[in-house]
């Protein structure tokens, strides 16, 4: 059973930056950062796979946002910069397995979740 745990959420000013981090139990193949908005569903932010570093991003993130791993730490990190009011949500790092194939943007193909770290931009 792999478990994520998210830490490095807070409360910050338009512009601000914020660094999340995921630590992961066990080895997984992908790794994503989700978000949901009060009232809103789930949205994708950034993926990456383990092996290969490749990445994807939601068109609202890219150019801001920077989502990275360390693989002696096991660990996930999504750098946000110039954040944004719309930004604020709670944010939720995801795990996939190999045999989970599909769209890396779809929440589908994730086995495991974390608890959420709180984000919130004030204007």
């Known amino acids: 059973q792999v478990q994520l745990v998210e830490s490095g959420g807070g409360l910050v000013q338009a512009g601000g930056s914020l660094r999340l981090s995921c630590a992961t139990s066990?080895?997984?193949?992908?790794r994503a950062w989700f978000r949901q908005a009060p009232g809103k569903e789930r949205e994708f932010v950034a993926a990456?796979?383990?092996?290969?570093?490749?990445?994807v991003y939601a068109d609202s993130v890219k150019g801001r946002f920077t989502i990275s791993r360390d693989n002696a730490k096991n660990t996930v990190y999504l750098q946000m910069n110039s954040l944004k009011p719309e930004d604020t949500a709670v944010y939720y790092c995801?795990?996939?397995?190999?045999?989970?194939?599909?769209?890396?943007?779809?929440?589908?193909?994730?086995?495991?979740w974390g608890q959420g770290t709180q984000v919130t931009v004030s204007s």
């Open positions: 995801a795990a996939g397995s190999a045999a989970r194939v599909g769209d890396p943007r779809s929440d589908t193909i994730y086995d495991y």
């Open positions: 066990g080895r997984t193949f992908r």
């Open positions: 990456i796979r383990w092996s290969t570093i490749n990445t």
